[in-house]
């Protein structure tokens, strides 16, 4: 006999019941504290279940707003407190409750730290793993317990509106940091990692067919995935975009199949916000457990589906123990103290974030004039600095959309220098003025350019009528009586920018570039700090500057940071996470508005490889402001896809300073990357110190998938202990695979 059928016209939830989690009569509680004393993980969720009503379970599957109320709450401002989707206070369940990210939590007032790609310019998975917990507190203190920033997508063209939003172009640098931030997030919330799969196009993102092979999914977009399920992870949200014809929110194939039959992941997978899908009961089948973030194609569809056989009860159940399994998890583990209030943009997150920007700063070029390296600065050597640029003095942490902070202050250029240097003379020159820039470069002893991005070039994407498309209205319940759907645009206006998206040009605007050059002809000792998440072509001007430094968006504290940087407060340590070419003709195919695009294994540095073009900076290139030198590496441990190697680090300058040890894997195999990084570390040494450093690495990216199979790609291969991608200065050793 067959259950019966619920509607779902109106909310289930009584508003007279006050049960919650913290309540030690509820029967949620009582499972954590049972798990906590010892009960199996999965016979407690089973039990948890059997206490459900049909309704219940239903609504644990999609968010807890009705649709059109949520779209209200967005328009006032995304995400300003917890996104709540299934909770049932009958029963204590806490539900998913959602704060977005990555650069911090979205939610009130919160600690803007650098953007993803810079903090893995990093190279420093210790310290992301710090930011997160930092991220975990802050969000706990404000009710949340769900963290959808674990932003893991690579960035397969530099031009990716959302690039900031993660960490680099290589699989293993995206793995690692995105496991280190989970480890971090989950001392106080569930960590969610995004956007499953092949999401890196932003104008084009609800409409665009991502086409790949087995072996582009599994050797190069997948990988990191992978790495952060074994970690550990809680969610994984699916992306916008379809994967081989089908979208990836109902994409059988990538939920049931890879992510949970061949990773064996346990966690919850969830949708991308309002459009991750397009039939309700084919997500459900698919593996996709939760409709975020409101209630809408399920609470109108799943009824009828379940009527009509079109999904089981038993599918329910699967998608309703898996999201219930995650929060008791979550719960009975090991959890920090519940943090107060205060810890929101507190005085340790401002200093982390301070740290975090300082380190990611990459210097590209520091030539000498007069005989010595522009940089660093010192007081007793400037006594006056001509600050450049219209974003010398403007706030600019990043892209407006979805990941955006609310930082109750940010640091600008021109505040870090007031608050550290206050005895420079200080001149200024802001507005897009080639000639007033070099009237005001000529006064001073060094001159710094503040030039790049802003969320107007690139970032977060619902442009012009995309919430009108009638595919997408199609999704929407029913309007309601005397709505104008123009309304809608206030939502996306919220949720994403009309402005921004993928960006149109990897080259400066073409004002900067002039004032650069005029900035340069006035003054030799020029400095340009150079705003963006991707790679920046520097051609046309490179070479008539000095001194380049990379600054990225960098948080609530980027101008004191800028400012510890340039004046060797701190060393300039960051390295790229990824390569920059001479020209955009070395990239791979981009349409930003595609409707279908495939995608192969060539691109960035592996990519300028292959085709034997010359980087303008490789991957992981960076300069400090003293010398290294890495020898002896040698193989010390191997154990199936994982090496350990050691190597001597040493400091061959007269400055502290802090490296960053790169092992890569060299092979010469058909149709296979010729160099791929395998791990990284960086160090801290004083001038002439010497350390033997011990560097995990793993040699998946060694493999070739072949028939739902790995195999090495060759017999032989050498690893590199280099300062970046292809260091002819690298030590060296071999090591059989075969």
Same mark, same amino acid.
């Given at each position: 006999?067959?259950?019966?059928?619920?509607?779902?016209?109106?909310?289930?939830?009584?508003?007279?019941?006050?049960?919650?989690?913290?309540?030690?009569?509820?029967?949620?509680?009582?499972?954590?504290?049972?798990?906590?004393?010892?009960?199996?993980?999965?016979?407690?969720?089973?039990?948890?279940?059997?206490?459900?009503?049909?309704?219940?379970?239903?609504?644990?599957?999609?968010?807890?707003?009705?649709?059109?109320?949520?779209?209200?709450?967005?328009?006032?401002?995304?995400?300003?407190?917890?996104?709540?989707?299934?909770?049932?206070?009958?029963?204590?369940?806490?539900?998913?409750?959602?704060?977005?990210?990555?650069?911090?939590?979205?939610?009130?007032?919160?600690?803007?730290?650098?953007?993803?790609?810079?903090?893995?310019?990093?190279?420093?998975?210790?310290?992301?793993?710090?930011?997160?917990?930092?991220?975990?507190?802050?969000?706990?203190?404000?009710?949340?317990?769900?963290?959808?920033?674990?932003?893991?997508?690579?960035?397969?063209?530099?031009?990716?509106?959302?690039?900031?939003?993660?960490?680099?172009?290589?699989?293993?640098?995206?793995?690692?940091?995105?496991?280190?931030?989970?480890?971090?997030?989950?001392?106080?919330?569930?960590?969610?990692?995004?956007?499953?799969?092949?999401?890196?196009?932003?104008?084009?993102?609800?409409?665009?067919?991502?086409?790949?092979?087995?072996?582009?999914?599994?050797?190069?977009?997948?990988?990191?995935?992978?790495?952060?399920?074994?970690?550990?992870?809680?969610?994984?949200?699916?992306?916008?975009?379809?994967?081989?014809?089908?979208?990836?929110?109902?994409?059988?194939?990538?939920?049931?199949?890879?992510?949970?039959?061949?990773?064996?992941?346990?966690?919850?997978?969830?949708?991308?916000?309002?459009?991750?899908?397009?039939?309700?009961?084919?997500?459900?089948?698919?593996?996709?457990?939760?409709?975020?973030?409101?209630?809408?194609?399920?609470?109108?569809?799943?009824?009828?589906?379940?009527?009509?056989?079109?999904?089981?009860?038993?599918?329910?159940? @699967?998608?309703?123990?898996?999201?219930?399994?995650?929060?008791?998890?979550?719960?009975?583990?090991?959890?920090?103290?519940?943090?107060?209030?205060?810890?929101?943009?507190?005085?340790?997150?401002?200093?982390?974030?301070?740290?975090?920007?300082?380190?990611?700063?990459?210097?590209?070029?520091?030539?000498?004039?007069?005989?010595?390296?522009?940089?660093?600065?010192?007081?007793?050597?400037?006594?006056?600095?001509?600050?450049?640029? @219209?974003?010398?003095?403007?706030?600019?942490?990043?892209?407006?959309?979805?990941?955006?902070?609310?930082?109750?202050?940010?640091?600008?250029?021109?505040?870090?220098?007031?608050?550290?240097?206050?005895?420079?003379?200080?001149?200024?020159?802001?507005?897009?003025?080639?000639?007033?820039?070099?009237?005001?470069?000529?006064?001073?002893?060094?001159?710094?350019?503040?030039?790049?991005?802003?969320?107007?070039?690139?970032?977060?994407?619902?442009?012009?009528?995309?919430?009108?498309?009638?595919?997408?209205?199609?999704?929407?319940?029913?309007?309601?009586?005397?709505?104008?759907?123009?309304?809608?645009?206030?939502?996306?206006?919220?949720?994403?920018?009309?402005?921004?998206?993928?960006?149109?040009?990897?080259?400066?605007?073409?004002?900067?570039?002039?004032?650069?050059?005029?900035?340069?002809?006035?003054?030799?000792?020029?400095?340009?700090?150079?705003?963006?998440?991707?790679?920046?072509?520097?051609?046309?001007?490179?070479?008539?500057?000095?001194?380049?430094?990379?600054?990225?968006?960098?948080?609530?504290?980027?101008?004191?940071?800028?400012?510890?940087?340039?004046?060797?407060?701190?060393?300039?340590?960051?390295?790229?996470?990824?390569?920059?070419?001479?020209?955009?003709?070395?990239?791979?195919?981009?349409?930003?508005?595609?409707?279908?695009?495939?995608?192969?294994?060539?691109?960035?540095?592996?990519?300028?490889?292959?085709?034997?073009?010359?980087?303008?900076?490789?991957?992981?290139?960076?300069?400090?402001?003293?010398?290294?030198?890495?020898?002896?590496?040698?193989?010390?441990?191997?154990?199936?896809?994982?090496?350990?190697?050691?190597?001597?680090?040493?400091?061959?300058?007269?400055?502290?300073?802090?490296?960053?040890?790169?092992?890569?894997?060299?092979?010469?195999?058909?149709?296979?990357?010729?160099?791929?990084?395998?791990?990284?570390?960086?160090?801290?040494?004083?001038?002439?110190?010497?350390?033997?450093?011990?560097?995990?690495?793993?040699?998946?990216?060694?493999?070739?998938?072949?028939?739902? @199979?790995?195999?090495?790609?060759?017999?032989?291969?050498?690893?590199?202990?280099?300062?970046?991608?292809?260091?002819?200065?690298?030590?060296?050793?071999?090591?059989?695979?075969?």
């Amino acid at each position: 006999m067959s259950s019966p059928i619920i509607t779902r016209k109106t909310s289930i939830m009584p508003t007279s019941q006050t049960d919650s989690f913290h309540e030690t009569t509820s029967s949620f509680y009582e499972a954590v504290n049972i798990i906590r004393q010892g009960a199996d993980l999965d016979a407690a969720t089973e039990q948890l279940l059997g206490q459900l009503t049909q309704d219940e379970k239903l609504w644990l599957l999609d968010g807890d707003s009705d649709f059109w109320v949520g779209i209200a709450e967005m328009s006032a401002g995304y995400n300003l407190k917890p996104i709540v989707m299934g909770e049932i206070k009958r029963l204590g369940i806490p539900g998913l409750r959602f704060s977005d990210g990555p650069r911090g939590v979205v939610m009130g007032a919160s600690t803007a730290f650098p953007v993803s790609m810079a903090r893995g310019a990093t190279w420093d998975v210790e310290m992301e793993e710090r930011i997160g917990v930092a991220i975990g507190r802050e969000l706990r203190a404000q009710g949340g317990n769900f963290f959808g920033g674990v932003c893991i997508n690579l960035p397969r063209h530099p031009a990716w509106g959302r690039a900031q939003e993660t960490y680099g172009e290589d699989p293993i640098l995206l793995g690692e940091f995105g496991a280190a931030l989970v480890r971090g997030v989950q001392r106080n919330a569930m960590a969610v990692a995004k956007h499953y799969a092949l999401n890196s196009m932003e104008n084009a993102r609800f409409k665009v067919d991502v086409l790949a092979d087995e072996q582009t999914l599994h050797e190069a977009f997948l990988p990191h995935f992978r790495r952060v399920v074994e970690e550990g992870v809680d969610g994984i949200m699916t992306s916008y975009n379809s994967v081989n014809g089908e979208w990836a929110g109902q994409n059988e194939t990538l939920l049931e199949g890879t992510l949970r039959s061949e990773w064996g992941f346990e966690g919850v997978t969830i949708t991308d916000f309002v459009s991750g899908f397009r039939d309700a009961g084919l997500s459900l089948r698919a593996g996709l457990d939760v409709e975020a973030p409101m209630r809408q194609q399920r609470a109108q569809q799943l009824p009828e589906d379940l009527e009509s056989g079109r999904v089981s009860w038993e599918h329910v159940d @699967r998608a309703a123990k898996r999201v219930l399994r995650t929060q008791l998890r979550h719960y009975a583990s090991a959890r920090e103290e519940e943090p107060a209030k205060e810890v929101i943009f507190c005085s340790e997150h401002r200093k982390l974030a301070r740290e975090a920007a300082a380190t990611s700063m990459v210097l590209l070029k520091n030539d000498a004039v007069d005989g010595t390296p522009v940089l660093p600065l010192g007081p007793e050597k400037t006594n006056s600095v001509a600050l450049i640029g @219209r974003l010398a003095n403007l706030p600019n942490t990043g892209d407006h959309g979805s990941s955006s902070v609310r930082s109750p202050e940010v640091v600008t250029a021109l505040e870090g220098l007031r608050n550290n240097v206050p005895e420079a003379q200080l001149f200024t020159s802001f507005e897009d003025d080639p000639k007033a820039a070099a009237a005001t470069a000529k006064k001073a002893e060094v001159a710094i350019v503040v030039v790049g991005y802003t969320a107007e070039d690139e970032g977060e994407y619902i442009g012009g009528d995309s919430m009108l498309d009638p595919d997408i209205l199609a999704l929407f319940p029913p309007f309601p009586e005397g709505m104008d759907p123009s309304n809608l645009m206030g939502a996306a206006g919220a949720m994403g920018s009309t402005v921004g998206g993928d960006r149109a040009s990897l080259r400066l605007r073409p004002v900067d570039e002039e004032i650069i050059r005029a900035t340069a002809a006035a003054n030799p000792k020029t400095v340009v700090v150079v705003v963006t998440a991707g790679a920046v072509i520097t051609e046309s001007w490179r070479d008539t500057v000095p001194a380049m430094l990379v600054g990225w968006y960098s948080g609530s504290e980027g101008g004191n940071a800028l400012t510890d940087v340039l004046y060797g407060k701190a060393d300039a340590s960051g390295r790229l996470p990824y390569s920059i070419p001479t020209t955009e003709e070395h990239l791979p195919y981009f349409d930003r508005d595609a409707t279908s695009i495939t995608y192969d294994r060539w691109f960035g540095q592996r990519l300028l490889d292959r085709d034997g073009h010359n980087p303008a900076f490789p991957l992981g290139y960076g300069l400090s402001y003293t010398t290294f030198d890495i020898s002896d590496l040698t193989v010390t441990q191997i154990a199936a896809d994982r090496v350990t190697v050691t190597t001597q680090v040493t400091n061959t300058g007269e400055r502290a300073g802090r490296h960053v040890v790169q092992l890569y894997g060299s092979i010469e195999a058909e149709d296979f990357p010729r160099r791929v990084l395998l791990g990284f570390k960086p160090v801290n040494l004083a001038p002439g110190e010497t350390k033997t450093m011990e560097v995990a690495g793993s040699l998946r990216p060694l493999q070739r998938r072949t028939n739902g @199979r790995f195999e090495w790609a060759a017999a032989d291969v050498v690893l590199e202990a280099g300062a970046y991608s292809g260091d002819p200065k690298a030590s060296e050793t071999s090591l059989r695979l075969l």
